[in-house]
């Protein structure tokens, strides 16, 4: 009685296409905007499609078919999945949903609203002739050290909670009415604002210039082993593995579904989407390069300084409607932004409820509170000196460990032919057998290889150049706190055997 009430209650896509668009739209967030571009520049232009795709297809995919296929066989959230296959091994789901929601969704909440503030900023363009200025001393009014914490930016505080009732209106309303409803709505509008800006952003004076830079392919760049390790981590990074959402978002797939097919279009969508926004971004630059007559060299930077020091600029530059280029574009931004911010939050709410069986509205409400709260550090005139130092440490050590043990787990002890019987058994395009060898020894090779160079590079030099003390108090110690509370939830008896799950899933099947 008690697994057909939890397969009876448990949450499910209204529709194919709903499920689709969420998991797209978690998977594609700022960084396809302001990232892949640059790495593509840096890293060989159009020959830096080799090492992406070779990425893609032996790390991105094969893992992406393993959070999909692992969610649906299990029935649960990471932490119910893993626990399902090993109670030794629950702290793993919750270690990963717990870094990404009191850690990378606190930061990434207030960039978001950064955004938010900058759409409006648009109107009037208020960031005059130096938004290089206004972005650090009259926005942020950044502080030196990290350890200068300083006031709380009202404005960005305001931003903030506007940021957050976002994320906990769509979560509250649920996995129909909430996720799949506002992914129906973002997605589409989030491609239609992208191809506009794409589309203008040809038509500027030196944009084939920009887009030439670009994807000009520099095959030399393939020899040096950086260009490889930038390739493996954009991939892992863009595409939310690790993050423990494409798990739950399997869970309330129905039990007929193309799990082999769902990975190739949410995971080809994304890098899509990553290379043609990368296309208007380099349009615009070209067009600021010829406008001011300098290489592009000297006006590419990037993460936030291309969002908010060079793009703004650019904009400024345009020679009609600037503000509506603007608007268009930190529009982009926001709906980008929140399409990722609440999938985290309803990973996160879906591992509380599968153990606690807590009510879902109640969980969120709470939940959405504590963020907020938590997110404050992050408005403060250091909080950009946080930011980079918080970010750098979860997504180098927290998501790459993560995925490391996640291989194991599943490739090792669950053993991945066994998860791949499953898959062949409800999909129409079966898993191939190099699958097992990419879960089991190809993926957590690569990522260790990433993980133990960034670890050298950090032990010769500090990241950023901030202090050891900082890197260490701010970025370890935010790791290993989130680590010890992972411990503690997983030391607690879930209300329902989470194998249950799996036997009544088993059921369904035979």
């Known amino acids: 009685m008690v697994n057909k009430l939890l397969a009876h209650h448990r949450p499910k896509w209204k529709t194919h296409i709903g499920f689709l668009l969420a998991a797209v739209g978690s998977a594609i967030g700022l960084g396809n905007i302001w990232r892949f571009s640059y790495l593509c520049y840096r890293n060989g232009g159009g020959a830096f499609l080799i090492p992406y795709l070779t990425a893609l297809f032996i790390v991105g995919v094969p893992l992406m078919i393993l959070e999909i296929g692992l969610g649906h066989k299990m029935r649960g959230s990471a932490p119910a999945s893993f626990a399902s296959i090993s109670k030794k091994w629950e702290w793993l789901g919750w270690w990963q949903i717990i870094f990404v929601m ?74 129909q009415k909430g996720l799949e409803r506002a992914s129906k709505i973002f997605m589409p509008l989030l491609f239609i604002l992208v191809a506009v800006i794409v589309i203008w952003g040809l038509t500027l004076p030196g944009a084939r210039k920009g887009v030439s830079v670009y994807l000009r392919p520099d095959f030399s760049q393939l020899t040096n082993i950086d260009v490889w390790r930038d390739a493996f981590g954009q991939i892992f990074f863009t595409l939310s593995l690790g993050f423990g959402i494409m798990i739950a978002y399997a869970s309330y797939l129905p039990k007929k579904t193309q799990i082999v097919r769902d990975s190739l279009i949410i995971s080809g969508l994304n890098c899509l989407f990553s290379l043609f926004a990368g296309v208007g971004v380099f349009a615009v630059l070209g067009y600021m390069a010829t406008a001011k007559s300098v290489p592009i060299s000297e006006v590419v930077t990037q993460s936030v300084g291309l969002a908010f020091v060079t793009f703004p600029e650019a904009i400024s530059l345009l020679p009609a409607f600037s503000n509506v280029f603007g608007v268009l574009f930190f529009g982009s931004l926001v709906v980008a932004g929140l399409s990722s911010s609440v999938s985290i939050v309803e990973a996160f709410a879906s591992g509380i409820s599968d153990k606690f069986h807590y009510r879902r ?39 790459i460990l993560g995925g490391i043990f996640q291989c194991i787990l599943v490739g090792w002890v ?44 950090e032990i010769s030099s500090p990241y950023g150049g901030f202090s050891r003390v900082a890197t260490i108090l701010i970025g370890r110690d935010w790791l290993f706190y989130t680590f010890f509370a992972a411990l503690i939830v997983a030391s607690h008896p879930w209300r329902t055997d989470p194998s249950r799950r799996i036997i009544s899933h088993e059921k369904e099947k035979s």
């Open 361 to 399: 509205k109640t969980t969120v409400s709470v939940l959405c509170i504590f963020g907020f709260l938590g997110s404050i550090i992050f408005t403060t005139k250091g909080g950009v000196n946080w930011i980079e130092i918080v970010d750098h440490f979860l997504n180098q050590y927290g998501l």
């Open 102 to 175: 009191f850690g990378i969704v606190l930061y990434y909440s207030v960039i978001i609203a950064w955004c938010l503030n900058y759409f409006f900023f648009s109107f009037n363009l208020s960031w005059g002739q130096a938004p290089d200025n206004f972005f650090a001393n009259t926005f942020l009014m950044s502080t030196d050290s990290p350890f200068q914490v300083g006031d709380v930016r009202t404005i960005i505080l305001a931003s903030l909670a506007f940021i957050w009732f976002c994320n906990w209106f769509i979560v509250f309303k649920g996995v």
């Open 414 to 457: 669950l053993k991945a032919r066994n998860l791949q019987k499953h898959i062949n058994h409800y999909s129409d395009w079966k898993v191939p057998g190099f699958w097992n060898f990419c879960i089991k020894i190809i993926s957590p090779v690569i990522l260790l290889i990433i993980f133990i160079s960034t670890l050298l590079s």
